[in-house]
């Protein structure tokens, strides 16, 4: 598949329902001919059940197809579901080294408070799903909005960070495995997830205290409301090797960095389904080295199509 092709391919598979299903003839078509950008993009398509049963044995093969077919993407997430940094290129004894049930299984979240709910999973990704996804993102960085008390979106102060946003034509099988395994810890479907987000902070950068949840005092937030209240926020750790950053909740001194895979999981509202004022946080800028963060929102009803968006307080 030409990257013009697969250009247009991701293009369709962003858009509304009519262009995502033009696109999935044309990936099924190519990938009947072994191309290989077209197996790789295949493997999501297994990976999520579009248009076909959900089935993470074919995505895992398809992904393995491509990598034979010298599909550097697949090669890599290939190595990255293994956990492996090696460079052998036997995709198939790879392949057949990735464990489904280990894969998709969450470690045990471990109580960090109980008002606000916050919980904390150690290892929850691996270094090297880690490392895939910081590459992904590197070279899609944007300066990161906020949702203004209007509903506006902008760009201002109070959130000096970059941040790029993985549409589903710009997902790949590691970060469909990562959402589901999100999912298993979270007991919440993958349906109910906003467009997931990674997160980068130089020195000096910040997100200032803030809150996830939209208000519903603020009338400005009743568009986003209708559309389901964010009741959940996880975030992965990506990295270590820089001073400060912590993730900081003002409202009750607690603070939390996490080691690279470390997982946080913040519920926005309390027992009750109402905003918890508490779960007010930020995130303090490193004072040296870089800081990457993977972020998942979760609605409390289906938004797998909403854009990214950080509600200002």
């Given amino acids: 598949m030409p990257s013009s092709d697969l250009v247009d391919v991701i293009r369709l598979l962003n858009g509304g329902v009519d262009e995502v299903l033009r696109a999935i003839p044309l990936i099924d078509s190519a990938a009947a001919r072994k191309d290989a950008a077209a197996l790789e993009r295949r493997a999501l398509?297994?990976?999520?059940?579009?248009?076909?049963?959900?089935?993470?044995?074919?995505?895992?093969?398809?992904?393995?197809?491509?990598?034979?077919?010298?599909?550097?993407?697949?090669?890599?997430?290939?190595?990255?579901?293994?956990?492996?940094s090696d460079a052998r290129s036997d995709w198939q004894q790879i392949r057949s080294a990735i464990s489904l049930d280990s894969l998709l299984q969450a470690p045990r979240k471990q109580i960090m408070s109980e008002t606000p709910r916050l919980r904390v999973i150690r290892e929850f990704a691996s270094p090297a799903e880690c490392l895939w996804l910081?590459?992904?993102?590197?070279?899609?960085?944007?300066?990161?909005?906020?949702?203004?008390?209007?509903?506006?979106?902008?760009?201002?102060?109070a959130?000096?960070?970059?941040?790029?946003?993985?549409?589903?034509?710009?997902?790949?099988?590691?970060?469909?495995?990562?959402?589901?395994?999100?999912?298993?810890?979270?007991?919440?479907?993958?349906?109910?997830?906003?467009?997931?987000?990674?997160?980068?902070?130089?020195?000096?950068?910040?997100?200032?205290?803030?809150?996830?949840y939209f208000d519903p005092r603020n009338q400005g937030h009743a568009a986003q409301l209708r559309r389901g209240q964010r009741i959940a926020t996880f975030l992965i750790y990506l990295n270590e090797g820089y001073t400060g950053g912590d993730t900081a909740f003002p409202r009750t001194k607690l603070r939390f960095?996490?080691?690279?895979?470390?997982?946080?999981?913040?519920?926005?509202?309390?027992?009750?389904?109402?905003?918890d004022p508490l779960t007010l946080h930020a995130g303090t800028p490193p004072i040296s080295g870089e800081k990457w963060v993977f972020s998942q929102w979760i609605r409390d009803r289906a938004a797998s199509s909403l854009p990214p968006m950080a509600p200002r307080s």
């Avoid at 899609?140 to 008390?149: C, D, I």
């Avoid at 946003?165 to 109910?192: C, K, N, W, Y």
């Fill in 45 to 84: 398509l297994e990976a999520v059940g579009l248009a076909r049963p959900q089935s993470w044995v074919r995505a895992l093969d398809s992904l393995r197809e491509a990598a034979e077919r010298g599909s550097q993407s697949a090669q890599d997430q290939l190595r990255a579901l293994a956990r492996t």
């Fill in 134 to 157: 910081m590459k992904r993102a590197c070279d899609r960085l944007l300066p990161a909005p906020v949702v203004t008390p209007s509903g506006s979106q902008t760009i201002e102060m």
């Fill in 159 to 212: 959130r000096t960070n970059r941040a790029t946003a993985f549409q589903f034509g710009d997902m790949d099988v590691v970060i469909e495995v990562i959402r589901t395994r999100i999912s298993q810890a979270t007991r919440l479907p993958v349906a109910l997830f906003e467009t997931c987000q990674i997160l980068h902070y130089m020195p000096g950068q910040e997100f200032r205290p803030h809150h996830d």
């Fill in 257 to 275: 960095r996490g080691n690279v895979g470390d997982a946080l999981l913040i519920t926005n509202v309390d027992r009750s389904g109402n905003p």
